[in-house]
């Protein structure tokens, strides 16, 4: 009688052990297919973000070598470094939202109690300028000419501007 029950123990860690060699070699192959497959999935949504990012920055300075070259004068003399133009224009722009009556350069008069400032800014090249503003009520967007004059000041003119409806 020991030695069945010896046998039938050693039989019984036999299976146990193959039972577990084969669910853990089987769990180690599943893992390795679903980190394949989640990687694989996670490349094409970093693709797809990319290309969507790429797509939207088409109509940026920061991308835009045509208007980049703009700024360099050939001569080497009077250069203007874009990556240092593009901050301070928006910062100039935006400075004009402490103006008691709003910012001029939204291209719409005060309605109402409150004054109309730029929110967003985004430097298309190098002559346009589109940016969002609103005075908490009512929301627009304005299309704006800069300038970048010989003493470096920065000069806005208003293109066209419009007002969303609430």
Known sequence: MKRSLMLYLIILIILMN??????????????????????????????????????????????????????????????????????VVTEKLLDYNSNPKGNPYTGQDQIGANKFIINKVRILNHRWIIADFSDGDIWGEVLLKYFVNDDESIAFEVNQSLLYQK
């Open 18 to 87: 193959i039972y577990t060699y084969m669910f853990l070699s089987k769990e180690v192959a599943f893992e390795q297919d679903r980190f394949t497959k989640v990687t694989t999935k996670l490349k094409d949504s970093l693709k797809s973000v990319t290309n969507k990012l790429v797509d939207a920055n088409y109509f940026s300075l920061a991308k835009n070598e045509n208007a980049q070259n703009y700024f360099d004068s050939g001569s080497g003399e009077k250069t203007i470094q874009y990556e240092k133009l593009i901050p």
